[in-house]
Nanobody
Framework: QVQLVESGGGLVQTGGSLRLSCAAS????????MGWFRQAPGKERESVAG???????TYADSVKGRFTIYRENAKNTVYLQMDILKPEDTAVYYC??????????????WGQGTQVTVSS
């Protein structure tokens, strides 16, 4: 299975931006649908965004217009550009492989997560 390592989390003020990265191992990254998910303290994990192997994108309603998912297959990396951040975006963010773009459910590998904290 592909191994995933997230980076780029941190502390940012409301209205600020962060870019998360997810580096994948393996030579078949370009064939995977990928996605970002998050889990806030005391809450269930929720989907954030997904991108198919062909570049089709899906977003959760809560992040539409603020977050952008994209991938660079040459670098085996998927990114999540997060703009206009809100305190409610505070969570541990995970990337995953084997994502169903229609349902934003993942059936493949998961990364270890990266913390994003948005201060008010």
């Amino acid at each position: 299975q592909v191994q995933l390592v997230e980076s780029g989390g941190g502390l940012v003020q409301t209205g600020g931006s962060l870019r998360l990265s997810c580096a994948a191992s393996g030579r078949t990254f370009s064939t995977y649908n990928m996605g970002w998910f998050r889990q806030a303290p005391g809450k269930e994990r929720e989907s954030v965004a997904g991108i198919s192997w062909s570049g089709r994108r899906t977003y959760a309603d809560s992040v539409k217009g603020r977050f952008t998912i994209y991938r660079e297959n040459a670098k085996n990396t998927v990114y999540l550009q997060m703009d206009i951040l809100k305190p409610e975006d505070t969570a541990v963010y995970y990337c995953a492989s084997g994502v169903n773009i229609e349902t934003l459910q993942a059936s493949g590998s998961w990364g270890q997560g990266t913390q994003v904290t948005v201060s008010s």
